[in-house]
């Protein structure tokens, strides 16, 4: 499995950006696809998921509301839909593939894109 995020740049606090990660290789029902986060100096966060079969979604309450996970099954791909941001959402942002299981853990997810990075201006 390949993945590859795009989409980031500099933004406004307020402003949209929407995030994009094209996936090649096996993506099944069972699969989680999920966007994590990491600010400089620190971990790796949990931002949303969303799983592959039902579309079920899932946040971090620091996104909940403002934040839209989506994905298109035919083309592969996922999106991340990002309103009303704020400098605190800086960061480089990354989509994952789980392997089977958990979620919002780091460990869940067998497979990692590259990273795009996301700059909220003040």
């Known amino acids: 499995v390949q993945l590859q995020a795009s989409g980031g740049g500099l933004v406004q606090a307020g402003g949209s950006l929407k995030l994009s990660c094209a996936a090649s290789g096996n993506i099944f029902s069972s699969h989680v696809m999920g966007w994590f986060r990491q600010a400089p100096g620190m971990e790796r966060e949990f931002v949303a998921a969303i799983r592959w079969g039902t579309g079920a979604t899932y946040y971090a309450d620091s996104v909940k509301g403002r934040f839209t996970i989506s994905r298109d099954r035919p083309a592969k791909m996922v999106y991340l839909q990002m309103d009303s941001l704020k400098p605190d959402d800086t960061a480089v942002y990354y989509c994952?593939?789980?392997?089977?299981?958990?979620?919002?853990?780091?460990?869940?997810?067998?497979?990692w894109g590259q990273g795009t990075l996301v700059t909220v201006s003040s």
């Open positions: 994952a593939r789980t392997g089977n299981g958990g979620l919002r853990l780091v460990s869940d997810y067998h497979y």
